[in-house]
């Protein structure tokens, strides 16, 4: 089968880049209303149990992505045997993992309540509040899970969006309605189960309509499934570090620290991921171009590329931290009150965290580009077992600074040099000096213009929204200006014009010529 890869590329792009935006601000909406309604230990409730089960969604372990990357060569091939026995395969698979959820989930409800430091809200039955997430969660691998592996192999995923964006809206209308009606966090708990059956209902629907041709076979095939069982061994280590950097913060917060601040802490973590969102989205566009450069292109050349795209990402990276730092707290008064935020100092490390994760990003997408995988098995496990240790540790110690402070330092010490060790050493053969002093230089850089530009917005006595909005204007000049005379005179930054010229040619004429007049 032949499929158009440039135009449902583009289609999944801007189809993707709406229900991002969709998912930032709806629900944005929900936290807002669950706030006011309910009150911040049911939000820090729901990041709990929404913690857990990501730690139970270990159990998946890569095996949708071993799926998808399965059906690729009998999609081309138009063997449709093969992808019937795939199918075949996948409902299984997600069957047993469906059982070892509801399992573990059920084996380890004693200990729920332990995992919660004293604020639980007057009335509430954790148990049946936990069944409820975990009876949806099942319901995500038992419903026709595996026929979302057809969309995502034919490259629609542009569907699957669709799909979500329309039975999220019906639920989270649903759920609006109820907290502002009965001010109920049950109702709203089984809004969300229902809405989940919906999810995975209209996208078996949709699936079936648009490829009826495939079933699954009745003939479990098992060389396919040893085939299937190496990838999944594979991923098995980065699924884990995954898992845990996404969940363990949550969890450690809740049991040490209590749900109030959970709730304030996943509050500046949701704005920080928002604006993280629209980052990568830069970054991931790059992953094919980079890919194909290095098959096609000299190391010298793709070197370059690196030291022009790490300016580029600091520079894009450090002007968003300049805005976190002189907007987070303004925006979080208004949000969710002066009473829940956190002391400037957190502010700093949520900037710091954001910094180093965006840049540590460009690095994954090098990984990724190469196909690194086997070089790179252990370190995404190593660095999320130290963050986890540092939590437990740290936050004993100094509170929410130990559970931010570990994250940043995981990523460092570990994280980071372990990755660049393996890029410079796997793709690109040189060492890293010269290119550490030039990324030394950045975050100098980075540190001043941020400094600088918080002290300018303090500088200003404006309240409200209005200080807001005075404060997102001198971000807007402030950094891109002091970026602008700290490279102009460096060699990477004329290369990283050239490139970024490259990218826009002739779609924005205005950046266009501003980026050939500073040459």
């Known amino acids: 089968m032949r499929i158009e890869r440039t135009k449902n590329a583009t289609r999944n792009i801007v189809v993707g880049m709406i229900l991002k935006i969709y998912q930032l601000l709806v629900p944005f909406v929900i936290r807002t209303v669950m706030i006011h309604m309910l009150g911040m230990e049911y939000l820090g409730l729901n990041s709990l149990f929404t913690s857990i089960l990501q730690v139970l969604n270990l159990a998946e372990l890569g095996v949708g992505s071993a799926m998808v990357f399965s059906m690729y060569k009998p999609i081309a091939e138009d063997d449709s045997a093969t992808i019937n026995d795939l199918m075949r395969l996948y409902q299984f698979y997600y069957r047993i993992i469906g059982i070892i959820i509801l399992t573990v989930g059920i084996i380890i409800t004693p200990f729920i309540p332990k995992l919660i430091k004293s604020d639980i809200p007057s009335g509430l039955n954790i148990y049946i509040l936990y069944y409820l997430n975990l009876v949806a969660t099942v319901i995500s691998y038992w419903l026709f899970a595996y026929k979302n592996c057809l969309l995502t192999a034919h490259q629609r995923s542009d569907v699957i969006s669709k799909v979500t964006i329309i039975t999220n809206t019906v639920m989270y209308v649903s759920q609006i309605i109820a907290l502002l009606l009965f001010k109920s966090y049950y109702i709203y708990l089984i809004i969300a189960l229902l809405g989940q059956i919906l999810l995975n209902i209209g996208t078996a629907i949709t699936a079936d309509r648009m490829f009826p041709e495939y079933r699954p076979s009745k003939i479990f095939n098992k060389k396919l499934s040893k085939d299937i069982n190496q990838r999944i061994k594979d991923l098995f280590t980065s699924k884990i570090g995954e898992i845990i950097v996404n969940s363990a913060d949550s969890i450690v917060i809740s049991a040490f620290l209590g749900l109030t601040i959970l709730a304030s802490y996943n509050s500046y973590f949701y704005i920080l991921s928002a604006i993280l969102g629209f980052v990568l989205l830069f970054l991931q566009a790059c992953t094919a171009g980079i890919g194909n450069s290095l098959i096609v292109e000299t190391l010298e050349k793709n070197y370059n590329d690196l030291k022009e795209l790490t300016l580029i990402v600091t520079w894009i990276t450090g002007f968003c931290s300049c805005c976190l730092m002189c907007i987070y707290q303004p925006f979080m008064k208004i949000w969710i009150g002066e009473e829940n935020i956190f002391p400037i100092s957190c502010v700093v490390c ?64 570990v994280g980071m040099p372990w990755l660049l060790n393996n890029i410079f050493t796997v793709i690109f053969h040189v060492k890293m000096g010269e290119f550490l002093r030039n990324f030394v230089f950045y975050i100098g850089v980075t540190c001043i213009n941020v400094l600088l530009t918080y002290m300018a917005c303090e500088a200003i006595p404006v309240g409200g929204i209005m200080c807001i909005v005075v404060r997102l204007i001198l971000c807007c000049i402030i950094p891109n200006a002091f970026y602008l005379l700290a490279y102009r005179q460096k060699k990477e930054f004329k290369q990283a014009v050239m490139l970024m010229d490259k990218i826009l040619g002739s779609k924005v004429h205005f950046l266009h010529k501003i980026l050939i007049k500073l040459l």
């Open 350 to 413: 949520f900037v710091i965290y954001f910094f180093f994760r965006c840049v540590n990003q460009l690095f994954i997408v090098y990984k990724d580009a190469a196909g690194m995988w086997h070089e790179d098995r252990f370190r995404p496990l190593a660095t999320a077992l130290t963050n986890l240790i540092l939590n437990l540790i740290l936050v004993q110690i100094i509170g929410i600074y130990g559970v931010l402070l570990s994250t940043v330092i995981s990523t460092l010490v």
